[in-house]
T-cell receptor, first 116, second 114 residues
Framework: AQKVTQAQTEISVVEKEDVTLDCVYE???????LFWYKQPPSGELVFLIR??????QNEISGRYSWNFQKSTSSFNFTITASQVVDSAVYFC?????????????FGTGTRLQVTL | DTGVSQDPRHKITKRGQNVTFRCDPI?????LYWYRQTLGQGPEFLTY????????KSRLLSDRFSAERPKGSFSTLEIQRTEQGDSAMYLC????????????FGSGTQLSVL
């Protein structure tokens, strides 16, 4: 069965520091998708990125970057020069069997607190 | 595009009562999902619709739970004979087939069962 582990329950940083959120996943499928979602205090989960299991290129989008390594089953997320507005809970998620509309399996989330 | 909307935002009920939540997805999205999130946990899948057809249900969805999506538009989730363990945030999400499950979530309905 699929599983997503986010070992960091809470991280606190000072603004402008870089921070990396860890995600480790388990799946028996060879084809799958990985996601990161952000949940601010308002409660609405916001999509950040989707990564196909065949695409191990790292990606950078503004202050965000993602490091996907199949060899270690990890999909880590880095925020560069963190800002107070980045404070939220971040969830990593896995979707197996991309040919169907199957469910996402979420990790337990990492709460990021960015202070001045 | 007004996003996914859920109603109500908060619901407080007494144990044993029935409750119903509503979700209005993004209008062109044909897939609709219900998830449940408890404190300190990630969302857990409950059920999924493609148009009006309910295609998958989680084992978490006991027979006290029922979901509908008449005419493939809005959806309702009803919980009968609520129990304290049903207290959670109920999240609705929608997506467009072929989007490889980029889900758009609503803000959720927070249920408290006293």
């Amino acid at each position: 069965a699929q599983k997503v582990t986010q070992a960091q329950t809470e991280i606190s940083v000072v603004e402008k520091e870089d921070v990396t959120l860890d995600c480790v996943y388990e799946t028996r499928d060879t084809t799958y998708y990985l996601f990161w979602y952000k949940q601010p205090p308002s409660g609405e989960l916001v999509f950040l990125i989707r990564r196909n299991s065949f695409d191990e290129q790292n990606e950078i989008s503004g202050r965000y970057s993602w490091n996907f390594q199949k060899s270690t089953s990890s999909f880590n997320f880095t925020i560069t020069a963190s800002q107070v507005v980045d404070s939220a809970v971040y969830f990593c998620a896995l979707k197996e069997d991309p040919g169907t509309a199957s469910k996402l399996t979420f990790g337990t989330g990492t709460r990021l607190q960015v202070t001045l | 595009d007004t996003g996914v909307s859920q109603d109500p935002r908060h619901k407080i009920t007494k144990r044993g009562q029935n409750v119903t939540f509503r979700c209005d997805p993004i209008s062109e999205h044909n897939r609709l999902y219900w998830y449940r999130q408890t404190l300190g946990q990630g969302p857990e899948f409950l059920t999924y619709f493609q148009n009006e057809a309910q295609l998958e249900k989680s084992r978490l969805l006991s027979d006290r739970f029922s979901a509908e999506r008449p005419k493939g538009s809005f959806s309702t989730l009803e919980i009968q004979r609520t129990e304290q363990g049903d207290s959670a945030m109920y999240l609705c999400a929608s997506s467009f087939r072929g989007s490889n499950e980029k889900l758009f979530f609503g803000s959720g309905t927070q249920l408290s069962v006293l």
